[in-house]
């Protein structure tokens, strides 16, 4: 048994280093899946850019402004999600640090009584289901865009510009990819919260 002092009393040694094991492969997991989607989101941004360019272009020879002002407002509600995904990563980075550094101590001391932390227990399941509504909320959005995306694009092939055609589909890919990841991350945060 591990002594007293170390925090884990009641459990042996080998369940200690399992546990610790299992909380850096958790660590590093989520903390790839992170490092990952900077490219991604830098990818689906230029191709916002570069959809907006090429609509410009195309708005100096047939002066269609409705459709450069369409796109500043997808692109604005990418901008959105964007940063609603930041507050997200926060409030689920500090829930995590909340029950690693009060919430286990609690579950591992011998003599830990329910009713006097009871409170403090109910107040983390509260910041758990804020943190999940966040993000379902995060995942509506970009399934917003997704079909806003769809929806524009219908509007771009009446026009039959191939370059702005061929502009929307290396983007639209893009935004797929950075959708999936984006959601692999959000599960993530929330399967390693529970």
């Given at each position: 048994?591990?002594?007293?002092?170390?925090?884990?009393?009641?459990?042996?040694?080998?369940?200690?280093?399992?546990?610790?094991?299992?909380?850096?492969?958790?660590?590093?997991?989520?903390?790839?899946?992170?490092?990952?989607?900077?490219?991604?989101?830098?990818?689906?941004?230029?191709?916002?850019?570069?959809?907006?360019?090429?609509?410009?272009?195309?708005?100096?020879?047939?002066?269609?402004?409705?459709l450069q002002r369409d796109w500043k407002l997808i692109a604005e509600s990418f901008d959105n999600a964007l940063e609603k995904s930041r507050h997200i990563a926060l409030k689920s980075a500090m829930a995590i640090g909340e029950f690693r550094e009060e919430i286990i101590p609690y579950l591992m001391d011998e003599e830990f009584d329910?009713?006097?932390?009871?409170?403090?227990?109910?107040?983390?399941?509260?910041?758990?289901?804020?943190?999940?509504?966040?993000?379902?909320?995060?995942?509506?959005?970009?399934?917003?865009?997704?079909?806003?995306?769809?929806?524009?694009?219908?509007?771009?092939?009446?026009?039959?510009?191939?370059?702005?055609?061929?502009?929307?589909?290396?983007?639209?890919?893009?935004?797929?990819?950075?959708?999936?990841?984006?959601?692999?991350?959000?599960?993530?945060?929330?399967?390693?919260?529970?």
């Amino acid at each position: 048994m591990i002594p007293a002092a170390s925090g884990f009393v009641g459990q042996t040694f080998g369940d200690g280093l399992r546990r610790q094991r299992a909380d850096n492969i958790a660590v590093k997991s989520l903390r790839d899946s992170v490092n990952a989607l900077p490219p991604k989101v830098s990818e689906v941004r230029k191709g916002f850019l570069e959809v907006y360019t090429v609509l410009g272009n195309l708005r100096s020879r047939n002066g269609d402004v409705p459709l450069q002002r369409d796109w500043k407002l997808i692109a604005e509600s990418f901008d959105n999600a964007l940063e609603k995904s930041r507050h997200i990563a926060l409030k689920s980075a500090m829930a995590i640090g909340e029950f690693r550094e009060e919430i286990i101590p609690y579950l591992m001391d011998e003599e830990f009584d329910l009713e006097s932390k009871k409170p403090e227990l109910l107040e983390y399941k509260k910041t758990l289901h804020s943190g999940q509504s966040l993000a379902s909320e995060f995942l509506d959005d970009l399934d917003d865009i997704a079909k806003e995306l769809e929806l524009f694009k219908d509007q771009v092939m009446e026009l039959g510009n191939e370059d702005v055609a061929k502009q929307f589909k290396c983007l639209k890919d893009r935004f797929l990819v950075l959708k999936f990841r984006l959601v692999r991350w959000v599960l993530q945060f929330s399967d390693s919260r529970q």
